[in-house]
């Protein structure tokens, strides 16, 4: 009897030891955080960006997380910080979020944020006179052209507008031959918007072959546009090109229809390919085209929108970048080594930037992003247009 009660014993321990070895599996965990504007005029992106983000990571857990050095499971977990699109918000966040155990960041939504919030971070790596943060960042939505340049701890997951807007461009003027003029409207006030048009759209269309006879200015807070329509509809040009956000961009597009403004075509801004533009202004919207980097034309790329759609979100191509972003990351920490521990958290967040630096190459939605040597990509898009209450693909330049 007593032998039988000893092994009896005996079994229980070791149950009990192989449960709270499980437990203990089960619990490991490891911090992938978001921020950017969740709040204010352009809150909707930061809003679609979380719920992208809880998305992703929802089925990368379900898939059994990801893989830690000593060959464990571990889930991640994640919150999203708002730094309402104001620069020395983002850069309190950000600072905020370094003393976490986070080991990377994703964001931020804006451009103006992003610029002066990766000026804090250390330039190059392993320059020991550059006390700047030591964090890595992977942006997904802030797109205003060469930022990840800044710094070596940024990667940005963006898609190339410079890229973009030239193919737009050389395919308006051959579908278009007779078109000769384009007239340009700007949020003048947002860093990306008044890049875009000076820097991208206004030289790509000068480069092929069209005349600028014109461009009007506004702020992202502005609610009349009387005065620029009126100077747009004085020139009557053959294209009109935009370069707002949804509220200002539906602003002036009502304003133009007021005015009887009628170009033969109209070119968005690639941030206003969003279901907020046809939700503010579709009757006016309707034939605007625009680049964009995400449309759901594969079952990958449907399926992403539908879980997006589920967490209370939208996919677009700013939110794709965030869905996107969560499963290139699964990917770099299961190749990486990554601990997972406290004492490893610094070590960790290095091994997540040098892993991001050496990709070449990596999956998205509507195909293979190509990732470059500064930090920056080039993604697969399409010419899409707003045709009733959606945005339709129009024409598949890599087709």
């Not at 007593?2 to 014993?9: I, T, V």
């Not at 410079?162 to 078109?179: E, G, N, V």
């Not at 006030?189 to 461009?215: I, L, N, P």
Request: net charge negative; charged share 20%; glycine share 10%.
């Amino acid at each position: 009897m007593k032998l039988k009660s000893f092994l009896a014993a005996g079994l229980v321990s070791v149950s009990a030891l192989a449960m709270s070895t499980a437990a203990m599996a089960e619990d490991k965990t490891v911090r992938i955080v978001g921020f950017g504007a969740s709040s204010g005029v352009v809150g909707i992106f930061g809003q679609n960006s979380s719920a992208a983000m809880s998305a992703a990571f929802e089925k990368i857990n379900a898939e059994g997380g990801v893989t830690l050095a000593d060959g464990s499971k571990a889930q991640i977990v994640t919150e999203y910080y708002d730094d309402r699109c104001n620069a020395e918000e983002g850069i309190s966040v950000l600072r905020r979020i370094a003393t976490t155990d986070a080991l990377i960041a994703i964001g931020p939504t804006c451009s103006n944020v992003a610029e002066p919030l990766f000026g804090i971070l250390q330039a190059k790596v392993d320059d020991s006179g550059d006390t700047g943060l030591q964090f890595p960042v992977f942006t997904d939505v802030a797109i205003k052209g060469g930022l990840a340049g800044i710094s070596e701890w940024v990667f940005r997951n963006t898609p190339s507008e410079a890229k973009m807007y030239d193919d737009l461009f050389a395919w308006i003027r051959a579908t278009h031959p007779d078109l000769k003029t384009i007239y340009g409207g700007v949020e003048e006030d947002f860093a990306h918007s008044r890049f875009t048009w000076y820097e991208v759209m206004k030289k790509a269309a000068e480069q092929h072959g069209f005349e600028v006879v014109g461009e009007a200015q506004w702020l992202l807070s502005d609610t009349n546009f009387s005065n620029q329509a009126r100077g747009m509809r004085r020139e009557e040009p053959d294209i009109v090109a935009i370069s707002a956000h949804p509220f200002t961009t539906c602003g002036m597009l009502r304003e133009m229809a007021r005015q009887k403004i009628q170009p033969k075509v109209l070119v968005g801004l690639t941030s206003s390919s969003s279901l907020e533009t046809l939700s503010g202004c579709a009757a006016e919207a309707q034939g605007l085209t625009i680049p964009t980097s995400f449309a759901p034309v594969n079952d990958d790329a449907r399926s992403a929108a539908e879980a997006v759609v589920a967490k209370g979100g939208q996919m677009d191509l700013h939110s794709a970048s965030a869905w996107e972003n969560a499963m290139i990351l699964r990917d770099v920490i299961n190749a990486a080594g990554i601990e997972g521990t406290p004492e490893s958290l610094d070590a960790d967040r290095r091994k997540i930037r040098d892993g991001l630096s050496t990709l070449t190459e990596a999956q998205g939605l509507l195909g293979v992003n190509q990732r470059l040597p500064d930090g920056e990509a080039v993604k697969p898009y399409v010419f899409v247009h707003a045709k009733d209450a959606g945005w339709e693909v129009l024409h598949d330049p890599g087709s």
